[in-house]
């Protein structure tokens, strides 16, 4: 079990800290249920077990921040504020979703909340954070641009190109490698002459250093540490959360490349019992409280898969709907000259 250290964080950051993992893991064994329903179609991708990342990082993020995800971004959506309805209904393809329903599972995105996808191409949104940050650095902004991704995009040669320039131009870029060993099917060590990712982050001239993803209180540090220093002019700062997936890699994944027992041993080091019963046993929280952030994010999943059936379908009359332009008119002709 982990060996939790409150260390510059007080009881209700921590009692937050695990509410915020609860509404992540309910609402993703909802969406695995609703997968075998055939409620939500296509790819999905989820994110049980490494739910102390995006709670420790969301947590030290301001609403002024930019958030980028992966496409296992429903629990970094969902604790940026976007309402769980627009979420679920995007995840059913209905028009009240945060995409319109054009999106789905993997494109999630909102951008009155600052949160740029969902992004289904690996390493493909590392150059748009880096675009966020300077766009925010000519106009005199100010904020931080939070970037996850995971261990196989620094494969990518987006990854080489994101944090070269980042660093030359000295962005406000928070990157956020969630390391859960396993590109698809691929483990670290067979991907990567050189798994120390910081080390090799490092080599962009940056900050760059490794912290336990299982641990969220140690994330939250991390986090509140890295945007500290970014806001402070810094530049640009790498950060490693050693994490894992429960679940295979997506719900057509067999997940044949580990085995159970490895599984089994991370399961050991699930980080919302853990949390929980550390809580209870430092008297920093009581069962009815855990109890009552259980029963909130149960009823909130509730309302939002409610919602997301009773949402309706985009009108055929919209398919073509940011996908060709308008047709151009004579008056229309010239117009932008």
């Given at each position: 079990?982990?060996?939790?250290?409150?260390?510059?964080?007080?009881?209700?950051?921590?009692?937050?800290?695990?509410?915020?993992?609860?509404?992540?893991?309910?609402?993703?064994?909802?969406?695995?249920?609703?997968?075998?329903?055939?409620?939500?179609?296509?790819?999905?991708?989820?994110?049980?077990?490494?739910?102390?990342?995006?709670?420790?990082?969301?947590?030290?993020?301001?609403?002024?921040?930019?958030?980028?995800?992966?496409?296992?971004?429903?629990?970094?959506?969902?604790?940026?504020?976007?309402?769980?309805?627009?979420?679920?209904?995007?995840?059913?393809?209905?028009?009240?979703?945060?995409?319109?329903?054009?999106?789905?599972?993997?494109?999630?995105?909102?951008?009155?909340?600052?949160?740029?996808?969902?992004?289904?191409?690996?390493?493909?949104?590392?150059?748009?954070?880096?675009?966020?940050?300077?766009?925010?650095?000519?106009?005199?902004?100010?904020?931080?641009?939070?970037?996850?991704?995971?261990?196989?995009?620094?494969?990518?040669?987006?990854?080489?190109?994101?944090?070269?320039?980042?660093?030359?131009?000295?962005?406000?870029?928070?990157?956020?490698?969630?390391?859960?060993?396993?590109?698809?099917?691929?483990?670290?060590?067979?991907?990567?002459?050189?798994?120390?990712?910081?080390?090799?982050?490092?080599?962009?001239?940056?900050?760059?250093?490794?912290?336990?993803?299982?641990?969220?209180?140690?994330?939250?540090?991390?986090?509140?540490?890295?945007?500290?220093?970014?806001?402070?002019?810094?530049?640009?700062?790498?950060?490693?959360?050693?994490?894992?997936?429960?679940?295979?890699?997506?719900?057509?994944?067999?997940?044949?490349?580990?085995?159970?027992?490895?599984?089994?041993?991370?399961?050991q080091r699930d980080p919302i019992p853990a949390l929980a019963e550390w809580l209870v046993e430092h008297g920093r929280a009581d069962d009815i409280e855990i109890a009552a952030r259980w029963e909130a994010a149960r009823s909130e999943t509730d309302r939002a898969a409610a919602a997301a059936e009773a949402g309706p379908l985009e009108p055929l009359e919209g398919l073509t709907d940011h996908v060709t332009a308008p047709a151009?008119?004579?008056?229309?002709?010239?117009?932008?000259?």
């Open positions: 079990m982990n060996c939790f250290r409150l260390d510059g964080l007080d009881d209700a950051t921590a009692l937050e800290l695990l509410g915020d993992m609860i509404r992540i893991r309910v609402f993703e064994e909802r969406c695995a249920e609703l997968y075998a329903d055939a409620k939500i179609r296509g790819f999905l991708h989820l994110y049980i077990g490494e739910e102390a990342v995006a709670a420790g990082v969301m947590s030290a993020l301001t609403p002024d921040d930019n958030v980028l995800a992966t496409y296992r971004e429903h629990g970094h959506a969902l604790l940026r504020g976007v309402p769980a309805e627009s979420i679920m209904a995007e995840m059913f393809g209905k028009a009240t979703g945060c995409s319109g329903g054009r999106g789905g599972s993997m494109h999630l995105f909102d951008a009155e909340r600052r949160f740029y996808g969902g992004n289904a191409i690996v390493g493909g949104h590392l150059p748009l954070a880096v675009g966020l940050a300077l766009a925010d650095k000519m106009v005199g902004r100010t904020g931080v641009t939070a970037c996850f991704f995971g261990e196989g995009a620094m494969a990518e040669g987006e990854f080489h190109e994101a944090l070269n320039m980042a660093a030359l131009w000295n962005l406000p870029v928070l990157f956020c490698c969630e390391n859960n060993r396993y590109a698809m099917g691929t483990s670290l060590e067979s991907s990567e002459s050189q798994v120390d990712l910081a080390i090799k982050a490092a080599a962009y001239s940056m900050p760059a250093w490794a912290v336990d993803g299982m641990d969220p209180l140690e994330v939250a540090r991390a986090a509140r540490h890295a945007t500290g220093m970014i806001t402070a002019g810094s530049g640009p700062v790498f950060v490693e959360f050693q994490t894992y997936r429960f679940r295979a890699h997506s719900m057509f994944d067999p997940d044949l490349y580990r085995s159970t027992e490895e599984v089994d041993q991370w399961k151009r008119t004579p008056d229309r002709i010239g117009a932008g000259r």
